[in-house]
């Protein structure tokens, strides 16, 4: 059974940074990044693929934050510069197996979130 975990959420003031860390047991997937704010649906965040470790955006955060990797300790990060109110929600990492996708359901393994509140 494939585990996935995030850590790295807290409170940070408008402007500030956090990083998000992943891991995600048995081999090396496509990751994505998703988050959702109380009363609104998942929406993309930032995906990162198995093959080539290209890299994709939701519009909303697309200069502000940057997904990565790290085969040796097995992780994908999410670095989240200048943050927004608006960036508060409960963000989840996902993995899949193969391609990529910006879409929740195309990914097969969820973390259980982690909360990042960003006060203005």
């Known amino acids: 059974q494939v585990q996935v975990a995030e850590s790295g959420g807290g409170l940070v003031q408008a402007g500030g940074s956090l990083r998000l860390s992943c891991t995600a047991s048995g081999r090396r997937f496509a990751m994505g990044w998703f988050r959702q704010a109380p009363g609104k649906g998942r929406e993309f965040v930032a995906a990162?693929?198995?093959?080539?470790?290209?890299?994709y955006y939701g519009d909303s955060v697309k200069g502000r934050f940057t997904i990565s990797r790290d085969d040796a300790v097995n992780m994908v990060y999410l670095q989240m510069n200048s943050l927004r109110p608006e960036d508060t929600a409960v963000y989840y990492c996902a993995a899949r197996t193969t391609g990529w996708g910006t879409l929740d359901f195309e990914y097969d393994y969820w973390g259980q979130g982690t909360q990042v509140t960003v006060s203005s």
């Open positions: 990162i693929r198995r093959r080539d470790d290209s890299t």
